[in-house]
């Protein structure tokens, strides 16, 4: 346990559906990112805040994806009208930027089946 | 897009036997980390190794980085049934985002 926790840990939802994910970081952590993986991939970075700013998203990230992070704790990624190439698993992960390493914790992921 | 290339891809080894995993990476980097992942699950940090440094221990993994190759290689010694999961290195870039670009990966088992 890294103490990055996710919920739900898996979710299936109908082609069209909105679905909402939540992400609760190490205390302490100014810095929460999001990633994508799919099967027999590597993770692909999604979006990242540092406190309740969100300073970059990738190019993955169409208008359909949102994430928020309210007052630089919890973070939600919100996905409308899934589409079954939306399936993957989803990864948050904090880190302390101003530490030495600035190494990112990541939590067990929300698993998304779109059918 | 993915930065690194990991090889090889899958790995078979038996209880015992040391596990040598490379990764390649494009652009500039500040640091470069390894990550263990067991199916289904997230993943675990296993070691950093920063852009100045050639070579870092922890208990029974040893990574080297060459940066003039842009490549690095983590090896396992004396394998462990537990050691089975994927591996993959990741990268930094040389930005100050923090965001972290990972290889595809390399599937290890170890067989007891």
């Known amino acids: 346990d890294t103490g990055v926790s996710q919920d739900p840990r898996h979710k299936i939802t109908k082609r069209g559906q909105n679905v909402t994910f939540r992400c609760d970081p190490i205390?302490?952590?100014?810095?929460l990112y999001w990633y994508r993986q799919t099967l027999g991939q590597g993770p692909e970075f999604l979006t990242y805040f540092q406190n309740e700013a969100q300073l970059e998203k990738s190019r993955l990230l169409s208008d359909r994806f949102s994430a928020e992070r309210p007052k630089g704790s919890f973070s939600t990624l919100e996905i409308q009208r899934t589409e079954q190439g939306d399936s993957a698993m989803y990864l948050c992960?904090?880190?302390?930027?101003?530490?030495?390493?600035?190494?990112?914790?990541f939590g067990p992921g929300t698993r998304l089946t779109v059918l | 897009s993915q930065q690194g290339e990991e090889d090889p891809q899958a790995l078979s080894i038996q209880e015992g036997e040391n596990a040598t995993m490379n990764c390649s990476y494009k652009?500039?980097?500040?640091?470069l980390q390894w990550y263990r992942q067991n199916s289904g699950r997230g993943l675990v940090h296993l070691i950093l190794i920063r852009s100045n440094e050639r070579e870092k221990h922890s208990g029974r993994l040893r990574v080297t980085l060459d940066t003039s190759k842009k490549s690095s290689s983590l090896l396992i010694t004396a394998s462990r049934a537990a050691d089975t999961a994927s591996y993959f290195c990741a990268t930094d870039g040389s930005g100050n985002t923090g965001k972290l670009i990972f290889g595809q990966g390399t599937t290890l088992q170890v067989k007891p």
């Open positions: 992960a904090s880190s302390f930027r101003g530490s030495s390493t600035d190494t990112q914790y």
């Open positions: 205390s302490e952590h100014n810095r």
């Open positions: 652009t500039s980097i500040n640091n």
